[in-house]
């Protein structure tokens, strides 16, 4: 059981990245049991809903002539565009239904602001605007989060990168994530996460 400064924190593991759903992550609903299974070995579990409004900046379909995985520039940068995806209410941004962790403390919803995106759980994509999750860790006494979810090279490579700049000893474990994988993506992801100190791990070798 891992201690009292440690959270389990699950990305995004929503109906939209999972087969079936508007942005399918290949493979993504493979990651509920595992996220279940870890969840009991933990005391403190966070998770974070991407949750967007109607029209969101980061939906191709806001764009006229844009289509879905193309680049546009917006006021903070370059930005993937997207199938319209978890929508605030929607069932597509409900929780996976065999997701079973019920001790779950807190939920951090992020990418609600029509303008801007956020695959971090931490820092909005214009890099200024903060969800609150760092605050909350803080003053729950948390130094460890170990992270898994949806999708590896976007949400949580952003957010497992936001929790190591932030100061905490941060943990990826690889086969409780799926990867979207654009463009080589994913193995950028993990070339930045390694160089960011964060540890790789399997929910077999977690020693926690
Ligand atoms: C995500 C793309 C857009 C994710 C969220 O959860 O990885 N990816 N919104
Ligand atoms: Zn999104």
């Known amino acids: 059981m891992a201690d009292d400064r440690t959270a389990l924190l699950v990305v995004d593991v929503q109906n939209d990245f999972c087969p079936g759903g508007?942005?399918?992550v290949p493979d993504g609903d493979a990651v509920v049991p595992l996220v279940n299974a870890l969840g009991r070995r933990f005391r403190h579990v966070v998770l974070t809903q991407d949750w967007h409004p109607a029209g969101h900046a980061s939906f191709a379909s806001s764009h006229p002539g844009r289509k879905p995985f193309g680049?546009?520039?917006?006021?903070?940068?370059?930005?993937?565009?997207?199938?319209?995806?978890?929508?605030?209410?929607?069932?597509?941004?409900?929780?996976?239904?065999g997701l079973d962790l019920p001790h779950a403390e807190a939920v951090i919803r992020k990418g609600y602001r029509p303008g801007i995106d956020s695959y971090?759980?931490?820092?909005?994509?214009?890099?200024?605007?903060?969800?609150?999750?760092?605050?909350?860790?803080?003053?729950?006494?948390?130094?460890?989060?170990?992270?898994?979810?949806?999708?590896?090279?976007?949400?949580?490579?952003?957010?497992?990168?936001?929790?190591?700049?932030?100061?905490?000893?941060t943990v990826v474990v690889e086969d409780a994530c799926r990867a979207i994988d654009l463009d080589g993506s994913l193995d950028r992801a993990w070339a930045e996460m390694t160089a960011a100190g964060i540890r790789r791990v399997s929910a077999a070798s977690l020693a926690i």
């Open 22 to 24: 508007n942005l399918a």
């Open 120 to 169: 971090s759980g931490f820092v909005e994509a214009d890099r200024r605007t903060r969800t609150g999750l760092e605050g909350y860790l803080r003053e729950r006494g948390i130094a460890k989060v170990v992270i898994a979810g949806l999708a590896t090279d976007f949400c949580v490579n952003w957010t497992a990168q936001d929790a190591a700049r932030a100061g905490f000893e």
């Open 71 to 97: 680049t546009i520039e917006l006021a903070y940068g370059p930005q993937v565009l997207w199938p319209d995806h978890c929508v605030q209410g929607s069932t597509g941004a409900a929780f996976h239904p």
